[in-house]
Structure formats: C-alpha cells, structure tokens
C-alpha cells in the first residue's frame, strides 16, 4: 500500500513540475508577445551559463541594450531568445519572489518591438549605458536601461530615492537619489 500511495504522490508531483515549465500555448500569449518574433533589448542584461536570472545579478557577460533578439520560446517561468547577431541563445529565468513580476511582465521590461532611443540620454548616461554601469548624475530611466530594474524585494518602487541591486548573489549596492538623479552609489 505504501509503494502505491508513494507511487501516486510522485507521479502527481512529476506533473506538477513538467506543467511549470511547459511552454505556453500561442493564444495565451499577449498580443505583443510572439514565439519567433524580433525584440531589441530595452536594458543591458548580464548573463553566466547562458542564463539570466531576473534577479538581475550584475555580473557575467553583458547583452547591450538593443540588442537584436528572437523569441523562441516562452513559459510561465522561463523566456528563451537567441541574439541574432551571435545565434547565442540564453534562457532568462523569472524569479517572481524577487521580482514580484510574472513572466509576461517581465517580458516587457526587457523586450520591446522598438529600439530604445538613445538620443533621450545625456552624453554621462550613454557612455554607462554601453559599459553598462551606472555613475552619479544619471536620471532614473538611464539607470534601468544601463543596469536594469532592482528586485522588488530590496526596492519596492521606483519612485523611492535608493533601489537596492545585487552585485552577485551574496552582495547588494544602493544606488541613491536626489531630485531624480544618482546622488550616491553604496558598495
């Protein structure tokens, strides 16, 4: 009896974690979402092991903002794009418990159909756009386009005057605000 019971509750849970990472149907996506579809990135995304994780770790190997990208594939937890410029392909892993984002949202903070204009941005914040870092003087928007958003866990708006990024795993920094502009970065 046991040896049934204990069957049952495996191949319940085999279930469950194969419906977690199923890939979502092409009438369940939104409209301005589509497997095979081009997307530029709207922020500059460092990966490691050809994943990101929407946590936002800022190290690993930096994707550009506006990079050309393809969809290929999209789950409730997961987002797999190819760059088209290298045929790389990188998994980005949405960690909602951080993020508070589900994968659609998450999504459409990385992805866009448009380019990000640049020309929006001050000499200052393009050069830490492409380097992907950010410096004091930069406006809120500069900063999620050179580092991307911080976890809602840390930073629960970004309309508050510090947002709290990790570094890695094991290390945060404050980036702080003054009238809208980094007044101070905390390592």
Same mark, same amino acid.
């Not at 530029?40 to 490691?48: D, G, L, R, S």
């Not at 640049?118 to 004091?136: C, P, R, T, Y």
């Given at each position: $009896? ?12 085999? +279930?469950? +974690? ?11 996506? %939104? ?7 081009? !997307?530029?990135?709207?922020? #500059? $995304? ?6 990101? %994780?929407?946590?936002? !770790?800022? #190290?690993?190997? =930096? ?5 050309? #990208?393809?969809?290929?594939? *999209? ?14 392909? *990188? ?25 990000? *204009? ?10 830490? *756009?492409?380097?992907? @870092? ?25 309309? =508050? ?17 003054? @009238? ?8």
């Amino acid at each position: $009896m046991r040896i049934l019971i204990r069957g049952l509750f495996l191949m319940l849970l085999g +279930l469950l +974690l194969l419906g977690c990472t199923k890939k979502l149907a092409s009438d369940a996506l %939104p409209v301005n979402i589509s497997e095979g579809g081009l !997307y530029y990135t709207q922020v #500059v $995304m460092h990966y490691e092991k050809n994943a990101f %994780p929407t946590t936002n !770790y800022q #190290v690993g190997t =930096a994707i550009p903002v506006n990079t050309h #990208v393809k969809l290929l594939e *999209i789950s409730k937890k997961a987002i797999t794009i190819e760059m088209l410029d290298s045929h790389q392909k *990188i998994v980005v892993k949405n960690i909602a418990k951080h993020t508070g984002d589900d994968i659609f949202q998450a999504f459409n903070k990385l992805f866009a159909k448009q380019r990000v *204009i640049l020309g929006q941005f001050d000499s200052l914040e393009k050069q830490h *756009i492409d380097s992907g @870092d950010v410096a004091i003087g930069m406006r809120k928007k500069a900063v999620t386009t050179a580092i991307g958003y911080p976890p809602s866990t840390r930073t629960s708006s970004l309309d =508050a005057n510090s947002w709290v990024y990790w570094r890695n795993r094991f290390n945060t920094f404050v980036v702080n605000f003054k @009238d809208g502009k980094v007044s101070e970065i905390v390592d």
